[in-house]
């Protein structure tokens, strides 16, 4: 492949993240609220900060209708639901022309908050935005909303689940496709279904246990109740045990694939960081012990978060500062989902045939080795998270490296390589498409299938109910009623997980990370 289309190939599969802010949204402090009833009515702007060709503004709450009365001029009659108006919008006390723009009135509970609610689509100027805003905080009764208090309204509203909220914040934290249709997918509630199904036949499951307990003496139950509880624990067991075993596709998917950088010095670490990026993130230097901390990037690689780390190179080092980069970057590699390991191509044995016990031997040196917290390191677990860039091939006769791969394609204890040159851009291609697959294989495809789990918290409750249901099969023949505790507790711990159970701590959490105005 020629230079040039590898350079084309590589713009096309990589687009280097922008950085979306995700620091604490701008408040509006200085307008005046007027907080107190459950009946506030809140606005925002849901568009985002900054010049744009059309903000967007809302509104929910019962004060909805008469900020239309008095914003939009609407005095008579309201605007027909749904439907965009344009009007003149005027500052409601001086009736002084602010904007003319699009008004939209949304009666509850046919809304997004279940309330009555309603939408200015004004000018993105910021002059406007200001002065709308200014406007809308001087009515009464009606005060600047919180991060994500809209959601928190269609939350209590029962418009959406607890899984959906979240569905719908990783939505507007989505920086890739595979990340936005997995967002998409848990906001439609699909994972809420799950969850809600195991919790349904749960209940039916307890209902069982209990009626047995209170009305078994009586002989007004059936004997064979408890074994199709039995039977149906152990399905719903399994289920959850199999939805648990998804080696954590979609939480990685979620916060991204976690790749790291790492070789001996010189390799070629930080070009190849570089070369990924598209830009000089990393310091490129012949002087051996360039790379001292870990620099990180975010990359979109084939619609797939990557985050990208390049880390000190490895040597017996004397300086205390490079050695505590070695500290690191040998942490880094323990954390990896997928470890680029780099290696000078010049530096291989004269011999081809050599080339496979000396990559060998160089992984061992590089990668942490087994121990009682890492007892995979090492094995052939170990080595599918493993891809050995041969870097520098510009420096390496052609005939010679035609030699080594097929050495190498007969030897399956060597990971994955790929030859590359980060000078010349050749094998690029090549490589880039190993490395895509191998980030697709480790987030999965968020549409196929059931629904991923995708978050710790999911995990963690479900773990616990899984525990919980064999506290059911342990007590189950002794002690009937600290059985169904176990299923009780079960229950708590996936209704923990939907919102049905303790949702208002979880949603402080959730609602941190929102923006104003969703
Ligand atoms: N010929 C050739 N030189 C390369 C290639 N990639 C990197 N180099 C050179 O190799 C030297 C070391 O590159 P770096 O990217 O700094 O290597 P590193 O592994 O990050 O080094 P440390 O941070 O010191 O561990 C630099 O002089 C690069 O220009 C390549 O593909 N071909
Ligand atoms: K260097
Ligand atoms: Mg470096």
């Known amino acids: 492949m020629s230079p040039s289309t590898s350079w084309k190939l590589w713009r096309s599969a990589i687009t280097t993240l922008k950085t979306i802010s995700r620091a604490a949204p701008v408040r509006c402090l200085s307008f005046p609220t007027d907080v107190g009833c459950d009946a506030e009515t809140i606005f925002a702007l849901s568009s985002g900060h900054g010049r744009c060709g059309v903000a967007l503004v809302r509104v929910s709450g019962p004060a909805s209708s008469m900020v239309l009365r008095n914003m ?11 439907t965009a108006l344009l009007r003149r919008i005027t500052d409601p006390h001086s009736k002084e022309l ?49 991060p994500g208090e809209f959601t928190r309204r269609a939350f209590h509203a029962g418009k959406l689940g607890l899984t ?68 149906s624990m152990l399905q719903l067991q399994t289920e959850i045990e199999r939805h648990l075993r998804d080696e954590r596709r979609g939480e990685r998917l979620r916060s991204g694939v976690q790749v790291v950088i790492a070789g001996a010095t010189n390799a070629g670490k930080s070009s190849l960081l570089n070369t ?28 797939f978060p990557v985050i990208l780390s390049d880390t000190a190179g490895l040597r017996d080092a004397q ?52 121990s009682l ?23 390496v006769a052609g005939g010679k490296q035609e030699r080594i791969e097929r050495e190498l394609a007969g030897c399956p204890a060597v990971p994955p390589a790929c030859f590359l040159s980060c000078n010349t851009f050749t094998g690029l291609g090549a490589f880039l498409a190993v490395l895509q697959s191998r980030v697709n294989t480790l987030c999965g495809d968020p549409l196929s299938g059931a629904p991923t789990l995708t978050q710790a918290r999911h995990r963690a409750h479900l773990q616990h109910s899984v525990q919980a249901l064999s506290q ?32 208002e701590e979880i949603l402080d959490i959730i609602f941190r990370d929102f923006c104003i105005g969703k």
């Open 72 to 82: 939009a001029g609407l005095t008579q009659i309201l605007p027909i639901p749904r």
């Open 98 to 146: 602010l904007d003319r723009g699009l008004v939209l009135w949304f009666p509850g509970p046919h809304s997004f908050t279940g309330e009555d609610s309603a939408e200015f689509h004004i000018h993105g100027g910021p002059a406007v935005i200001t002065a709308v805003l200014q406007a809308l905080g001087s009515l009464k009764g009606v005060r600047p909303a919180e």
């Open 164 to 231: 959906e909220v979240e569905g719908l914040g990783d939505l507007i934290h989505a920086e890739t496709e595979a990340q936005r249709r997995q967002a998409l997918r848990q906001m439609d509630g699909e994972l809420g279904r799950l969850y809600q199904d195991w919790s349904s036949r749960l209940k039916r499951c307890l209902a069982h246990v209990e009626a047995f307990i209170d009305f078994s003496e009586d002989e007004l139950i059936e004997d064979g109740v408890l074994n199709l509880v039995e039977s």
């Open 276 to 303: 990924l990026c598209q830009r000089p993130a990393a310091i490129v230097s012949p002087m051996a012990g360039t790379t001292r901390d870990v620099v990180e990037t975010s990359l979109d690689i084939g619609g």
């Open 319 to 370: 300086d205390s500062v490079e050695r505590e980069g070695i500290r690191r970057a040998r942490e880094r590699v323990e954390q990896a989902d997928l470890t680029l390991v780099v290696v000078d191509s010049n530096q291989l044995p004269p011999d081809p045939r050599n080339a496979p016990a000396f990559l060998q031997e160089h992984l061992s040196t590089v990668l942490p080795r087994p």
């Open 373 to 395: 917290e890492h007892p995979e390191a090492g094995t052939e677990a170990a080595s599918d998270r493993i891809l050995l860039v041969l870097n520098k091939s510009d420096l």
């Open 472 to 503: 059911y099969h342990q007590y189950r023949t002794q002690d009937l009623a600290l059985a169904a505790e176990g299923i009780r507790l079960a229950l708590t711990h996936i209704g923990r997980i939907t919102g049905r159970v303790g949702a």
